[in-house]
Every structure is written in structure tokens, then in C-alpha cells.
């Protein structure tokens, strides 16, 4: 059993995620960062507070605090935004040219190394 444990924490899978953990982690301490220490200053400023938190409404004896939901909002929207245009933007143009279609025949860089290797395979057999 110990052994299967030691195979299983060596795979590399095992490895990457644990790394894009940590990765996740700091991006989020960074965005986080950023999104309370410069953001959330500049959109607070018509309220007079970097914080909305003590934006509340009284009904009938009741505080509804309605003002730190709003914070929690404003990071979780600018924390998504802050994923989306450093990471998964990034991404999706780095994917997207590496599976580039061909612009004379139509086909990816895929079909084509397929075709290659099926015509070599054909050309050895025959």
C-alpha cells in the first residue's frame, strides 16, 4: 500500500495540481490586492468610503446590510475579470494558434500530420 501511495503522489498530475494550487493561491492573494487596495478606492470614491459595508437599510426594527454584500460583489465581479483577462484570455489566443486552420486548405494542423502519418503507413505497408 505504501508503495501505490509513493506512485501516486509522484505522478506528475499530482505534481502540476498541486503547483497550480499554489499558483491560484498567490494570483488570488494578488488580485484580491489589487482589488481592495486600488479598485475599490477609486469606485467608492462618490460614496466617501473605499468600503460599502456601512450602506445599510432599517425596516421595521430589521438592518439589512446591504452595503457588504455590495463589497462582496464588486471583488467577485473585478476578481473574475482579473481571471479572465490574465489567464483565461491568454489561453484561449495561445489554443487558438496552435490549432490554427490552414488558410489555403481548411484544415488544422492536426488533419494534416494525420494525413501525413496515415499516407506514410499506407506507403510502408504496400
Not at 52 to 81: D, Q
Amino acid at each position: 500500500m505504501f508503495q501505490e501511495f509513493k506512485e501516486f503522489i509522484a505522478r506528475g498530475e499530482v505534481i502540476m495540481l498541486a503547483v497550480g494550487f499554489i499558483m491560484g493561491v498567490a494570483f488570488s492573494a494578488l488580485v484580491s490586492s489589487v482589488v481592495e487596495d486600488v479598485v475599490m478606492p477609486v469606485i467608492a470614491i462618490p460614496f466617501g468610503e473605499p468600503d460599502f459595508s456601512a450602506l445599510t437599510l432599517e425596516v421595521n426594527g430589521s438592518v439589512i446590510e446591504y452595503g457588504s454584500f455590495l463589497t462582496a460583489v464588486s471583488v467577485f465581479l473585478l476578481t473574475a475579470i482579473g481571471v479572465f483577462l490574465f489567464i483565461v484570455r491568454p489561453y484561449n489566443l495561445g489554443a487558438r494558434r496552435h490549432g490554427e486552420e490552414d488558410e489555403v486548405t481548411g484544415r488544422s494542423e492536426l488533419e494534416v500530420l494525420i494525413e501525413i502519418r496515415d499516407a506514410l503507413s499506407s506507403e510502408t505497408k504496400g
